[in-house]
């Protein structure tokens, strides 16, 4: 049966099917040419149809006519150099290898199996095989085929072998897996009837006032969240791991004002039972976190942590050190000489970026590391839209030696980045009516919790955006104008001050010790026409002084 021929194939190997088939039926030319249509398809039936008539005389003229047509769909004939370029895969067995290889040669009219030889010799990967065929050199294609079915069995041999032994190693770590899990399942059940002393407060609570921690969220799932470990999996309240530090802490007499009686402790957790099973049945949105307050005590140095609180810390951090969710790794943030864009002018420049708020690009903002505070001029709030303010009483220090009032505070969503990475924060800006060359100063306290990293060499800076690390550098062109402006901006003048002095001169109002004294002898002399009208001048006057 020989395969339809649509005009894709090669039309040698389809004509020597088909006369392999017309040679084992004994037809002739004739009954060739009848029969030759019939194996033909879609384009290649096409063209038999316009064929002209009376064009064909014998089935040589149709096969000429056949193999012209279609020449270009004809395969490549390959040389004895072509068989050089096989070569074995990484992964490929002896098998497929010989297999190609053979079906290369067949293409190949060269007779000649000495070059056969060599390039199959070439292309084998290092394998015990191909040791054998440099220590007995093969005479022909046929002896190399023969000593290859050896090493096929072999091969396929120790691939069973390997298969067995993964399907098995899968075995073993799903009954590790169950065996892990059930161990867990009754040390759980152990933990439950094992009994803690009652407490007077939460545990959460205890954490954060022992360790000073924050409570903020990591994770994706905030409806269970542990203080202890950082990381999702159980609320801290259910946190064995705490539970059993805070009782060894008891035990030491280290947590006893946290002590409290058992109907307390009882009526706490029956109350904190019913939340959980209301939250279940209701199964109402995740809250953000809990805002605790902690009622009196005097205010602390955080620097200054007493010697017990210190001891509490040591033990709570030494038991987690195996947490029990994922932690997330932290970005390394790294500058390299790729990322310097300065020009080597000598000059140092500000770092000077623009940022996105409220749908505005911002231009002329300041990167300064050394502001505590993130300032927002009045002018580019009025542009932004801002009209509610809230009350902020004070002033700020540093502004041309003069004290500036603050008129509020506004909280802004702030995107940060370009096209190549970005992210917004909420940040507090500190707003003040003053004239000045930037827009905006970005503090220390919106770069703390961008979490950005500034290189004043390299003049940019970079900042994690979830699973990447963005880079903004400083527009020099920018810079260089708000240094002009800045020189343009005239001070306003300052009222001339006039420098009283509440001094009563008239000398007799002082005693005689305070009066001033001269220094020399005086001589008494006539001042004007009447006989009172003297005074007392310096002996040592000459007479031109005294005229």
């Known amino acids: 049966m020989v395969e339809p021929f649509d005009g894709s194939q090669d039309p040698h190997a389809h004509l020597q099917a088909f006369q392999t088939q017309m040679y084992i039926s004994g037809a002739g030319d004739k009954m060739s040419c009848k029969l030759f249509p019939g194996t033909l398809r879609d384009v290649a039936m096409q063209w038999m149809a316009t064929l002209a008539t009376r064009t064909i005389r014998t089935f040589n003229d149709l096969t000429s006519a056949f193999a012209s047509q279609f020449v270009a769909n004809k395969a490549k004939q390959l040389e004895v150099a072509d068989l050089f370029d096989i070569r074995q895969a990484k992964e490929e067995s002896l098998k497929s290898y010989l297999a190609r290889f053979n079906n ?14 060599k390039a199959f010799q070439k292309g084998l990967r290092a394998s015990p095989f191909s040791d054998s065929l440099a220590l007995k050199r093969p005479n022909s294609m046929d002896e ?15 691939a069973e072998r390997v298969a067995e032994e993964r399907i098995q190693t899968k075995k073993n770590e799903g009954r590790i897996i169950a065996q892990k899990a059930d161990v867990s399942k009754r040390s759980e059940a152990a933990y439950k009837n094992k009994h803690f002393t009652p407490l007077n407060e939460k545990r959460a609570q205890i954490l954060r006032e022992i360790c000073h921690t924050n409570g903020k969220i990591l994770g994706n799932n905030q409806t269970e969240w542990c203080d202890f470990h950082r990381t999702t999996g159980h609320s801290t ?83 987690n050190v195996i947490p029990l969710g994922k932690r997330t790794p932290r970005l390394t943030i790294t500058f390299t000489n790729e990322d310097c864009r300065r020009e080597e002018t000598g000059c140092d420049e500000p770092m000077v970026i623009s940022v996105v708020v409220k749908q505005y690009k911002i231009e002329r903002v300041l990167i300064d590391q050394g502001s505590s505070a993130n300032i927002l001029y009045w002018t580019t709030a009025q542009k932004l839209g801002v009209r509610s303010l809230t009350r902020c009483e004070g002033v700020l220090y540093g502004f041309i030696g003069e004290h500036v009032p603050i008129r509020g505070t506004v909280e802004i969503e702030t995107t940060f980045g370009d096209r190549n990475g970005t992210r917004t924060i909420p940040v507090v800006y500190t707003v003040v009516d003053i004239e ?29 955006t979830g699973r990447a690390i963005a880079t903004v550098w400083a527009d020099i062109t920018t810079t260089r104008r708000c240094y002009e402006y800045s020189l343009r901006i005239e001070l306003a003048a300052k009222e001339a001050e006039v420098n009283v002095l509440d001094i009563d001169l008239d000398p007799r109002y002082f005693s005689e010790e305070k009066r001033p004294h001269p220094v020399g002898d005086l001589k008494e002399v006539q001042i004007g026409l009447s006989a009172n009208q003297k005074m007392n001048i310096g002996t040592m006057l000459g007479e031109k002084e005294e005229s």
């Open 104 to 117: 290369a040669t067949v293409r190949v009219n060269d007779p000649y199996q000495k070059f056969f030889i």
């Open 144 to 158: 190399i085929r023969a000593r290859t079915k050896k090493h096929i069995e072999v091969e396929e041999d120790q």
């Open 237 to 319: 309240e259910a946190c064995w791991t705490l539970k059993t530090q805070i009782e060894r802490l008891i035990q030491e007499g280290r947590l006893s004002q946290y002590v409290g009686t058992c109907r307390q402790s009882k009526w706490k957790e029956e109350r904190q039972d019913r939340r959980r099973s209301r939250s279940r049945q209701n199964n109402t949105v995740p809250h953000k976190g809990v805002i605790s307050t902690i009622a009196g005590g005097a205010h602390k140095n955080p620097l200054k942590i007493d010697q017990p609180r210190k001891e509490v810390q040591a033990v709570l951090i030494g038991a």
């Open 436 to 464: 000045a060359s930037y827009n905006i100063i970005m503090g220390l306290l919106a770069l703390n919790k961008l979490e950005a990293v500034v290189s004043t060499h390299h003049l940019c800076m970079k900042f994690p």
